[in-house]
């Protein structure tokens, strides 16, 4: 960064010392459970990342090509409607889907701040790098934490303020989990502030199960990181390769379940958890959700957390959905 640039940069820190600590209660009590599980946000190191950006150019994945397009040709209008003068991005990445919010909030010269929260402090470092250089008069705040823990930590306000959640992530989260996430996301907004959060939406079976089992493998790959994951940090054993990606849609729950199935008969140690397992072919261990939406059950899990829809968009297909949405005083 040029030294203007540092003067236009900041950067909180929330993790330092806890994510080993965090990581070995959560994978013990995950593989010691009835139903074994893994946390998903295990997937993505550095190789995890590069895995899901190969995910995204699969021709079975429509979320994120999708959810960029209706990005594109909403920014423009919401810019002038509502005229955002800094964004939130949770779990910013490299925020290349943000610009097209950013760039028509710039053009108009209204944007003057853009905090993205992220528990990479190098792809924060790397994207705010870009963004400081494309965007002459903005200032980043960066904020290394966990969304679900961290939020309430966030800068406030500075001017109306649009906080992001992109990627369907809210899928992720179980019933309990998403509502304390849109809670807090609530809590970060004022009368005139906005929350736009993608999802993706309910829709044919085949499409969105093959969205999940790619012919390439790559998602099976992906899944199976996390054992990697959990091997590097915490002196296990487990040997990925005799595992197999299982990944089908819970028509019940409205939800696409990810799971790892053992072969044969697996005993796996997590030595720095003293911790010795056993996984017969019979079991798996559950390493992902991804709940899909209609309007209306959107609409109620908003509305529930204290929130209420401003706008509801989708593709012309009705293959993922955008919610803008604003606290309900």
Known sequence: MTARELDRFSLDRHLEGSQLST???????????????????????????????????????????????????????LADQYRWTEVVEIGSGSSKKTL??????????????????????????????????????????????????????????????LVIFLGGTIGNLDVPERLTFLQSVRGMLSPDDHFLVGMDLVKDIAVVEAAYNDSQGVTAEFNRNVLRVVNRELNANFVPEAYRHRSFFNMEASRIEMHLVPESPQDVVIHDLDLSIHCDPNETIFTEISCKYTEASAREALELAGLEIAGWYTDPRGLFGMALAKRRD
């Not at 190789?47 to 909403?74: D, H, M, N, W």
């Open 23 to 77: 990581m070995r209660d959560e994978v013990r009590a995950g593989l010691t459970a009835p139903q074994k599980s893994l946390p998903s946000k295990y997937f993505y190191d550095a190789v995890g990342s590069q895995l899901f950006e190969k995910i995204t150019e699969l021709p079975e994945y429509y979320q994120t090509r999708t959810e960029l397009a209706i990005l594109q040709s909403l920014a423009a209008p």
């Open 100 to 161: 097209a919010i950013l760039d028509a909030l710039n053009e108009r010269k209204l944007l003057k701040r853009f905090i993205p929260i992220d528990v990479s402090e190098s792809i924060l470092r790397e994207s705010a790098e870009a963004l400081l250089e494309r965007y002459a008069d903005i200032r980043v705040h960066g904020v290394i934490g966990d969304f679900m823990v961290h939020l309430g930590s966030v800068p406030p306000s500075d001017g109306r303020r």
